[in-house]
């Protein structure tokens, strides 16, 4: 089992920075890889960005040039900076790991990007 803690999630104007972070805990050793969905309201939850414990990354093409994820495999605790934000952007930000088997999730945490 995993346990996945979000932060950081609040209200920005357009064009400001968040920074987003998911702390893990238990069965940390099956992890592959750590990121972060976003579901807005309406929507399908979405990738946002994605890396592995080598500390590969996948962006989604709306976030390319603005978001950077980031690891820390001594605490298991994976960040989103979240820069030129758009009012597009606002969702619910979920923390996900990836192991074998089902992905799993945070609790999420609301981001909103006021015009």
């Known amino acids: 089992q995993v346990q996945l803690v979000e932060s950081g999630g609040g209200l920005v104007q357009a064009g400001g920075s968040l920074r987003l972070s998911c702390a893990a805990s238990?069965?940390?050793?099956?992890?592959?890889?750590m990121g972060w969905y976003r579901q807005a309201p309406g929507k399908q939850r979405e990738l946002v960005a994605l890396?592995?414990?080598?500390?590969?990354?996948n962006y989604a093409d709306s976030v390319k040039g603005r978001f950077t994820i980031s690891r820390d495999n001594a605490k298991n605790t994976v960040h989103l900076q979240m820069n030129s934000l758009k009012p597009e952007d606002t969702a619910v930000y979920y923390c996900?790991?990836?192991?074998?088997?089902?992905?799993?999730w945070g609790q999420g945490t609301q981001v909103t990007v006021s015009s």
């Open positions: 996900t790991a990836l192991v074998r088997g089902p992905n799993y």
């Open positions: 238990g069965s940390t050793i099956s992890i592959n890889a």
């Open positions: 890396i592995t414990s080598d500390g590969s990354t």
